[in-house]
């Protein structure tokens, strides 16, 4: 993936990013608390996957295929691989 793009599958890791998040940030009160959590609670929680996700995205955007941020894709010349 070229710098400032994003794949289809970088939407798709992103949407897991926020879910495993947004479950893991509600499973903490509910164990602590030993109840489940609250409707407001659960809003936090989902606010917090869509940030993680959000974050995730951006990362993706701003990094090459080599995965170096900031950073234009190498060129083809630039590429070394390695002679058996």
């Known amino acids: 993936m070229k710098l ?3 794949a289809w599958d970088d939407l798709i890791k992103g949407i897991v990013v926020a879910a ?4 893991l940030t509600a499973l ?3 164990i602590q608390a030993g109840r489940l959590p609250k409707l ?6 989902g606010i917090a996957g869509i940030t993680a996700g959000i974050a995730y995205l951006i ?8 995965d170096q941020m900031f ?4 060129n083809e010349t630039e590429v070394k691989t390695p002679t058996a």
């Open 40 to 45: 407001s609670e659960l809003g936090v929680c």
């Open 28 to 30: 903490l009160p509910t």
């Open 59 to 66: 990362k993706n955007f701003l990094t090459n295929s080599k």
């Open 71 to 74: 950073k234009a894709e190498p």
């Open 20 to 23: 495993i998040t947004a479950f």
């Open 4 to 6: 400032f793009q994003l």
